[in-house]
């Protein structure tokens, strides 16, 4: 059973960078499609980002794209999320999740993170 944790959050400034860690353990990664989601209070979950198995192919929202950049190491079993120029509204906690078949921005993922706070905030 694929087991995922999220890292790397925390309260940053306007403008500022944060890089997200999702850690893989019970499975080798390189076998799952990974994405990112977010959820504000009272918005609903949101896809940030997904990757394919071997990293070649990436996706964003329109809201991050140019400033938070996905990537992955399978020998490291693990997939990161660099977010750059931070804004309020990026304010979230942030899921890492996975799956065999689906790629996009859809939560159709079969894996997920607990997740990890991001404050935006001067």
């Known amino acids: 059973q694929l087991q995922l944790v999220e890292s790397g959050g925390g309260l940053v400034q306007p403008g500022g960078s944060l890089r997200l860690s999702c850690a893989a353990s019970g499975s080798t990664l390189d076998l799952y499609r990974i994405a990112w989601f977010r959820q504000a209070p009272g918005k609903e979950r949101e896809g940030v980002s997904c990757?394919?198995?071997?990293?070649?192919?990436?996706m964003y929202a329109d809201a991050v794209k140019g400033r938070f950049t996905i990537s992955r190491d399978n020998a490291q079993n693990t997939v990161y999320l660099q977010m750059s120029s931070l804004k309020p509204d990026d304010a979230a906690v942030y899921y890492c999740a996975a799956g065999e078949f689906y790629f996009g921005l859809r939560p159709d993922y079969n894996y997920w993170g607990r997740g990890t706070q991001v404050t935006v905030s001067s």
């Open positions: 990757i394919n198995n071997s990293g070649r192919t990436t």
